[in-house]
């Protein structure tokens, strides 16, 4: 085991134990507010770009349009929703995936896996290490700067990470869920779609 390894396991366990009454409340006004699932489960890409399913709490409604059809995130993202995101709350349930390894305390978000075929090769590079809960590019803006921002600081983590380094991101990000700063880009709900580099 390695000692990022043995670091994550020994700061999720007790959060996840801590944390539990928590998820609890939150699961129930979930499920009063919004309906349907409490969970949002969706295939991310991880360490090596190897697909695992990312569990968070759901933020969005389940509203359609007449045709059936979901309708856009900004309109389904409900005021609880926005709440859960702002504070950060809706990543809780992601401490499951610490536990099981998917995932690092620290470490470049996981995105989408329709992004692995849109990065360069130095962007790639964020995926050689586990991705995070939360990251050096979280601290330093989140979703309030731009994509070519957020690869350089994940690539500057994997090759500066270190376990004083994680531990000064999570400090850095208790204190930016305080001041709630950087959580949406202007016009979206969270940030707008990484098309890749433009020829």
Same mark, same amino acid.
């Given at each position: 085991?390695?000692?990022?390894?043995?670091?994550?396991? &020994?700061?999720?366990?007790?959060?996840?134990?801590?944390?539990?009454?928590?998820?609890?409340?939150? &699961?129930?006004?979930?499920?009063?507010?919004?309906?349907?699932?409490?969970?949002?489960?969706?295939?991310?890409?991880?360490?090596?770009?190897?697909? /695992?399913?990312?569990?968070?709490?759901?933020?969005?409604?389940?509203?359609?349009?007449?045709?059936?059809?979901?309708?856009?995130?900004?309109?389904?993202?409900?005021?609880?929703?926005?709440?859960?995101?702002?504070?950060?709350?809706?990543?809780?349930?992601?401490?499951?995936?610490?536990? /099981?390894?998917?995932?690092?305390?620290?470490?470049?978000?996981?995105?989408?896996?329709?992004?692995?075929?849109?990065?360069?090769?130095?962007?790639?590079?964020?995926?050689?290490?586990?991705?995070?809960?939360?990251?050096?590019?979280?601290?330093?803006?989140?979703?309030?700067?731009?994509?070519?921002?957020? /690869?350089?600081?994940?690539?500057?983590?994997?090759?500066?990470?270190?376990?004083?380094?994680?531990?000064?991101?999570?400090?850095?990000?208790?204190?930016?869920?305080?001041?709630?700063?950087?959580?949406?880009?202007?016009?979206?709900?969270?940030?707008?779609?990484?098309?890749?580099?433009?020829?």
């Amino acid at each position: 085991m390695t000692l990022k390894r043995a670091f994550d396991l &020994a700061v999720a366990v007790p959060a996840l134990i801590i944390f539990f009454p928590v998820l609890i409340i939150i &699961a129930i006004v979930i499920h009063r507010k919004m309906g349907g699932g409490i969970f949002f489960l969706q295939r991310r890409p991880g360490l090596h770009g190897t697909p /695992f399913n990312i569990l968070k709490f759901k933020t969005m409604s389940d509203a359609k349009d007449k045709d059936g059809n979901l309708l856009p995130d900004s309109q389904r993202l409900t005021k609880f929703g926005r709440f859960l995101r702002s504070s950060s709350l809706d990543e809780l349930p992601e401490l499951v995936n610490v536990i /099981f390894g998917d995932m690092s305390l620290v470490g470049p978000r996981p995105l989408l896996m329709q992004y692995l075929e849109r990065y360069t090769p130095e962007q790639a590079r964020r995926h050689d290490v586990l991705p995070g809960i939360t990251g050096w590019a979280q601290v330093n803006g989140r979703n309030a700067i731009s994509w070519d921002d957020k /690869f350089k600081l994940d690539v500057w983590y994997v090759e500066n990470y270190s376990i004083p380094l994680d531990i000064k991101i999570l400090f850095m990000t208790v204190a930016r869920v305080f001041k709630r700063e950087g959580i949406s880009q202007t016009g979206h709900a969270t940030a707008e779609e990484f098309k890749g580099k433009k020829n």
